[in-house]
């Protein structure tokens, strides 16, 4: 069953995409609990144990902490020169694209044979590094003071809910696996259909949102597939610059290639006059990197 489902799992992404943008369910409450799930299935596919070798890796730390706080900020940098004049649609447009994503995909990665083990033993220190250079970055690109609305809390609660949590679980389900391996079996089926769930509730989630303000949103749509092209060159690059193997190289592009949204989106509602510009500007870039999902599985295989 498992290699049937990664075998058709881009399809499998493609009608979670479409059933999301036709159906869009009403399933907010359960967005955090089907990502903490997601997340669980997909640590389960790496011995924990074993995460501390990560550590040794220093090609992989460095092309890693380079892509994503040095050279996706110069180009960030490089899009607020032609970013609209609203101040609101500048702020969220920099913002979700400063801030690497945490969550997801590490499953993605997973999904796309990256090297997940390597990525998820980072995301705790990627988690916080971005607590402290964001602000400096928004407040270097913008003309208002963009890092005085940055908040610690958000970042805390996916530390702790969604990286802490599903690790102790999955550690826990590891050692005791030998007790219960039609349970362990089942669950190392899940990380596809989980990741559909996820997509499909996400998308369908957020598109309510997104047509409260749907001219801010098409106006933020251009730099957002700007970014889903660049993006991946830009890991390409740094990955070939620190010389690391296809498994890690594919785990950079995964990392450059999503964006925070879901944990800055409650600091962003933080500004003054926040709704409903940011929201919906804020998950535009969601809803453009998760469209792009069957499209980097596809090619990011090839590497």
Avoid at 1 to 26: C, D, H, K, S, T
Avoid at 93 to 110: E, H, K, M, N, Q
Avoid at 117 to 133: H, K, Y
Avoid at 274 to 293: H, K
């Amino acid at each position: 069953m498992q290699e049937i489902l990664e075998r058709y799992q881009v399809i499998i992404y493609f009608l979670a995409i479409l059933l999301g943008l036709f159906i869009q369910p009403n399933l907010t409450t359960f967005m955090n609990v089907a990502l903490g799930f997601m997340l669980f299935v997909t640590f389960l596919q790496i011995p924990i144990i074993q995460l501390h070798h990560a550590f040794k890796n220093l090609r992989f730390i460095s092309a890693l902490f380079v892509t994503n706080f040095i050279a996706v900020p110069i180009f960030v940098g490089i899009l607020s020169f032609f970013l609209p004049t609203d101040p609101l649609i500048q702020f969220a447009i920099v913002f979700v694209l400063l801030a690497p994503c945490v969550d997801y995909v590490i499953s993605f990665t997973g999904i796309g044979n990256g090297n997940s083990r390597l990525l998820l033993a980072f995301t705790p220190v990627l988690l916080i590094v971005q607590m402290f250079i964001v602000p400096f970055y928004m407040h270097l690109f913008l003309e208002q003071n963009g890092s005085t609305v940055i908040s610690f809390l958000p970042f805390l609660h996916t530390l702790v809910f969604f990286i802490f949590i599903p690790l102790i679980l999955v550690l826990i389900t590891q050692l005791i696996s030998p007790r219960i391996p039609k349970l362990t079996a089942c669950l190392n089926t899940m990380p596809v259909p989980a990741t559909a769930l996820v997509i499909f509730i996400v998308i369908g989630s957020v598109m309510p949102q997104i047509e409260l303000a749907k001219t801010a949103a098409l106006t933020a749509l251009p730099f957002y597939l700007l970014y889903a092209i660049f993006a991946p060159c830009l890991g390409y690059v740094m990955a070939k610059t620190f010389k690391l193997d296809a498994y890690s190289h594919r785990a950079i592009l995964f990392s450059s290639s999503y964006r925070n949204s879901f944990i800055i989106l409650p600091i962003a509602l933080a500004v003054p006059n926040a709704m409903p510009i940011v929201p919906a500007v804020i998950l535009t870039q969601t809803l453009v990197e998760l469209c792009f999902l069957p499209i980097y599985v596809k090619l990011f295989s090839k590497i």
